[in-house]
């Protein structure tokens, strides 16, 4: 299966960016999710919460303003065979200081800083349950500007398992000072995961994931209440290209506050549920926004061709203060017949 992940990126890099080299796609994938991605546990329960099937893997494309990225991404979780989380979380942290090698000015200053992150989410792993399926997901973009390295390496937790997370992690790294904006007493929008990225620059994001209650019929106001005319425009959008507006409230709604070297942006995605279908609303936003499907097209024809079913997952528009809506990232997940 890591194999089959593995060349399914190499398939993709060669539609959308030619010049990045298979064999880089191919050790860090296989790093990254060390060999295994079995949908199912030792337990028989979902191996990673990365995705509705349990298998830790997950492509996306991304790009906005009319173009699509040359760009392969995707996320993996590492040892979801172990059971127990604090031995996953030993191998997940040995991953991503191995990882961090393949960026260009990768060095312990980066693998630090990306162990300290894991460090304020789980400061004694060993006392959390092994109930808990995930620690960390990793994430790896390959770019045509870096074409024999990784050009981003993200490492994503859960601010929500141990008491205390984010306000560990804002004074561990200070870049997530103030990104959860949402007032601590807001029960239908809430902090749900966290993330940091390092670059081949080495410039660093920092990342805030909040999850939206499904079914309440508040919930666009009150993404539209915490998050203003950006949440507005973005709602808007997704029903332009298809979403119905009467049923908004039904979607599963994601979050993303970031800051990075300037100033912060904000993005919000719908999730698939199971037996949902984005195949129709992927088209057209990627139209719109992209200005072409070229890309989303080739993570399906990059799955058929290894043999693979294609399940696009999610959908999310970015937004910045100078550009408006100026980026759609679209993911999904190739499923083999032996996952």
């Not at 973009?141 to 306000?167: C, D, E, F, S």
Request: charged share 20%; glycine share 10%; proline share 6%.
């Amino acid at each position: 299966m890591a194999g089959a992940a593995g060349e399914f990126l190499v398939d993709l890099a060669e539609r959308l960016v030619p010049s990045c080299a298979p064999e880089p796609i191919r050790a860090m994938a296989e790093r990254a999710c060390s060999g295994q991605l079995d949908a199912r546990g030792p337990d028989g329960k979902r191996a990673s919460t990365l995705t509705i099937s349990g298998a830790p893997f997950e492509a996306s494309v991304s790009g906005g303003r009319g173009k699509f990225s040359p760009a392969v991404r995707y996320i993996t979780e590492t040892a979801t065979q172990e059971t127990e989380f604090s031995s996953r979380v030993s191998a997940q942290v040995a991953a991503i200081r191995d990882l961090v090698a393949w960026l260009p000015n990768g060095d312990e200053v980066v693998a630090d800083m990306l162990q300290s992150f894991v460090a304020a989410l789980y400061p004694d792993p060993a006392k959390v349950s092994a109930r808990y399926r995930s620690a960390t997901w990793i994430g790896v973009v390959h770019h045509a500007a870096a074409p024999h390295h990784a050009a981003r390496l993200k490492v994503y937790g859960g601010p929500t398992i141990v008491p205390g997370a984010l306000q560990r992690l804002c004074s561990v790294l200070p870049g997530f000072a103030g990104l959860a904006s949402v007032p601590d007493h807001e029960e239908l929008i809430k902090p749900a995961g966290a993330a940091i990225e390092v670059d081949a620059l080495g410039n660093v994001n920092h990342k805030i994931y909040l999850k939206a209650t499904r079914g309440d019929a508040a919930v666009p106001m009150k993404l539209t209440r915490h998050f203003g005319d950006p949440a507005w425009e973005m709602l808007s959008e997704f029903v332009r290209c298809g979403a119905d507006a009467a049923k908004l409230h039904e979607y599963d709604w994601f979050v993303c506050c970031q800051r990075g070297a300037g100033d912060p942006t904000f993005g919000l995605s719908i999730s698939a549920r199971q037996g949902d279908d984005l195949t129709e609303l992927v088209h057209e936003i990627a139209s719109r926004h992209h200005g072409t499907t070229h890309a989303v097209d080739a993570l399906a024809q990059a799955a058929e061709s290894c043999g693979a079913i294609w399940h696009y997952s999610a959908i999310g528009l970015g937004f910045s203060a100078d550009h408006g809506i100026d980026k759609l990232n679209v993911y999904g997940t190739p499923t083999w017949s032996t996952a």
